[in-house]
């Protein structure tokens, strides 16, 4: 055996578990030489499992070995406690060596972490065409314990098969939150029993999320121990609100229609978002709901007379009145047993959040001091934008796009934090959607996504781009044959299976003869 | 009729023409109404018009509409010569009103110009489930007679169909050059009869091209009115050559084997080239050649012992040696009947084209100067560096990546340029595939490439990015729907025909049964 150093990353794994020993041996296997046997019963990791076995092999045809390995990993899993919440345990351990194929660990969200490893251990040789498995004795777990990734059904409407298939990529990068921020400005996605005009703020025909499709993501995303949170941003980024409902909306004439928040003032308000969170919050089942806040245009308030009124009875100022909102949407998240997420914005305002609030901080890491030094929680996420040109401001340009990841990588949350740094649970990847549909998505998130997934997964020690370029690499390539559009970052080669629906081909099939007419070739 | 003002552009096309004035009808059309009609027989333009015509109607189920409306498009074309050389007449003329459809030409080439002018004037209402046709008189020609895009066929091995996907999108751009960069340092994937061992250097097994792909590819380019042009870069990043035939390079002990360029005092290596280009040259159609020349590593020269002899014997420097190279190039162009094309670095060295030579100019506006002060003729490509993070240093960061198509859209190849502007016969897009392979080409090109194929093609007065980003939205959406991944720039709504091959899904279906027994709902 021999034992990995920090400044070696022997093992072809993203993200890099945090204790790795090589053992000296490369088992060949062959398609369908790969059982698994667990020793509980669980639908949710039956279908993971189901689910790996199908990526093993990605190619299949005349394979290289001989089929005398048959190899049974053995799960075993100390609790069937299925919960997945904040803090769930994802630790695993795995033993590959000849003869021995053991993943242990506490849950089955453990187990799956586990599942995704081993996967990355079979590797395939395009030259022999073969398949081996790597011999590793490893002991993982998360750095941190929120790795989310926010994905953005508003500006963009994403079909729930897209969903899925994010959620897809998602799992094999060890992300363990997805944060669907489900409406903003622009639409309403949103289907609602209660409130069924919400919905005439859609971007087109059909460009509606149902009950039944939000049911499937969050069971979909739990067969990946991804735990999904709802945002509904309130009380900017709100006016799509006003399409079905206009009475929700404040009164501000020459403010831009899209600008334009909540009225504070009107209890009809609260009544309305109590009664729309109490309908949807059951169709999630995390104990937290993303509440937004941010970029609240809030002069608008400052400029409807009716506000004005409101806030001259109670001596309010514009703080005052955001303090309000808040504190009203605190009853309502209790009365729907939730624990709220809000963006940093308010605190720039002046407003107290209640000291269960989750913050999320997305401007700047001088505002990540002032969330830390008021004493909340936290998760960052202004580090990893993965729509901007330049991820932020403290970097410089790198001469290929691509590149980026590097910007993320070097990221880690609690980077140049010294006080209450252990507030910040983890980070967020953030993909807003004006520019992203599912037509180029996967192309834009990855593989620079990588660089978060495993800044937020592995060790802080593990963090030298050049050792982690070739396995960060590979892994992309793996993932573009799962189906997962990850491009290159540097030149190699990377064939994948014929059968993968995104294998692009011209429009028009040109015949031999054509070829020569055109040519003019002499027949 | 309604002519259109300099700053209104009420034709949803792109590239935008020339000469616009509307007329103010709309004919609705269905799926199978329209037909088309030539004056000539051509091979050419019947697969042109074949392929259109699939083109014209994305989506075919319940589309509203009576079918009284049977639109026949006449295409008139005055010469039935099929040559396609630079300065073939592109231009056209369009007439679409109640009861008119014609479309007239000089050239076939000209003709498919305007089919897809017309293509996009067949507008699909997502909304309504209908299409119409817009109704315009359109004038039109390209400002830059150069359009051109690099392939990088040799970082990453590109497969034939990718290739021709890749045609299909220059051509609904009306690029008309596509730069096929063949090989590089990391791979020589052309396939040789007189020289096979130049294949060891493929990036992995079946990762090469035939003749008969060259072919095909030069014959479909043909059938969009691409000129296809080879780049065999030489004599620096040319190591690939060297793995089958070490010979050629030049001797540089310490040097990165990546940079060691070919022997210039070798005779044998100007045989080699002839014999190989001259069985490469017939290939490709078109009267120019490119030799690339970019970035030699000169010191390698300096320091290979047998040419420091040979230098010495000729009494040359490291520049008069470039200066010889390039020389006994030209000989070999004339004895394949072809015109060099050449990166502009060997300027900088001092070396002096042949006066027939088009100098590629790659590094910056001031080299461009230079090559345009010794009276060459250039392409310019430095504004169009489609790889990189930011495309040029001469833009301030955009916060949203994909707004880089702004940067290009903002540079007219003559740009700044006062001295024989007229020289720069216009630019190329280049697209270096360091990271990009068929699994991310379509999101990384598109839809910012498009900024290059409307600067170099509509007149400099269409410049105006807020009036463009609409246009470009829409078409951006359209490519989507003929297969072209192409993402938004913007929020908005443009669903995909379902049988795209592109329609993602997840790996895992689920039943509703397991939905229920994930989420523990009672049955």
Chains 1, 2 share one sequence.
């Not at 998360?142 to 079909?159: C, E, K, S």
Request: charge should be negative.
């Amino acid at each position: 055996m021999v034992l990995s150093q920090p400044n070696e990353q022997p093992l072809n794994v993203v993200p890099y578990p945090q204790e790795v020993t090589m053992i000296s041996c490369n088992i060949p296997v062959l398609p369908g030489s790969i059982t698994i046997k667990s020793n509980i019963e669980s639908v949710i990791l039956s279908i993971s499992i189901s689910r790996y076995q199908n990526l093993f092999f990605p190619f299949t045809k005349n394979i290289v070995g001989d089929d005398s390995n048959k190899i049974e990993l053995s799960i075993s899993i100390a609790s069937d406690d299925e919960t997945l919440q904040l803090g769930v345990d994802e630790s695993y351990s795995l033993l590959i060596d000849q003869g021995t194929y053991q993943l242990k660990s506490n849950t089955i969200y453990g187990a799956m972490r586990g599942l995704e490893t081993f996967k990355q251990m079979i590797v395939y040789d395009v030259v022999k065409n073969s398949y081996s498995l790597t011999c590793a004795e490893i002991m993982d777990f998360p750095t941190y314990q929120w790795r989310g990734f926010l994905v953005d059904n508003a500006r963009h409407y994403l079909t729930k098969d897209m969903v899925l298939h994010i959620i897809d990529s998602l799992g094999y990068n060890k992300f363990n939150v997805m944060h669907w921020h489900l409406i903003d400005t622009v639409a309403f996605p949103v289907e609602s029993k209660t409130y069924p005009k919400l919905t005439e703020a859609i971007l087109g025909p059909h460009a509606t999320i149902s009950h039944d499709e939000i049911e499937i993501v969050v069971a979909y995303a739990k067969t990946y121990g991804i735990r999904v949170i709802p945002e509904f941003d309130v009380p900017g980024h709100s006016s799509s609100w006003g399409v079905g409902y206009p009475e929700l909306l404040a009164n501000c004439p020459g403010f831009p229609a899209s600008s334009v928040p909540l009225d504070c003032s009107n209890p009809n308000t609260y009544t309305f978002l109590e009664n729309f969170f109490s309908e949807i919050a059951p169709l999630f089942e995390d104990d937290y709901f993303h509440t937004g806040g941010d970029e609240l245009v809030i002069d608008c308030w400052a400029n409807d007379t009716s506000i004005q009124k409101w806030m001259k009875k109670m001596n309010y100022n514009t703080s005052d009145a955001f303090q309000y909102f808040e504190d009203q949407l605190d009853i309502i998240m209790t009365s729907i047993n939730r624990k709220k997420i809000a963006w940093n914005d308010a605190l720039q305002h002046g407003v107290k959040f209640n000291e269960n609030t989750l913050v999320q901080t997305w401007t700047n890491i001088n505002d990540l001091r002032v969330v830390l030094a008021a004493g909340y929680k936290t998760i960052t996420s202004f580090f990893y934008y993965l729509d901007r040109q330049s991820p932020d401001g403290y970097y410089d340009i790198h001469y290929e796009w691509q590149d980026t990841w590097q910007d993320f990588y070097a990221s880690d949350p609690r980077l140049n934090i010294t006080s209450n740094a252990e507030n910040i649970l983890g980070g967020e990847a953030t993909m807003f959607g004006e520019q992203v549909s599912s037509v180029n998505w996967d192309a834009r998130v990855w593989p620079r996504a990588i660089g978060i997934s495993e800044r937020l997964w592995s060790s802080t020690e593990i963090n030298n781009v050049t050792l982690a370029l070739p396995r960060v690499g590979q892994f992309s390539c793996d993932m573009s044959r799962r189906g997962i559009l990850s491009g290159p970052l540097f030149p190699d080669y990377c064939p994948l299976p014929e059968e993968l629906s995104f294998s692009l081909k011209p429009v028009y099939q040109l015949s031999k003869d054509e070829v020569n007419l055109i040519l003019k070739k002499k027949f």
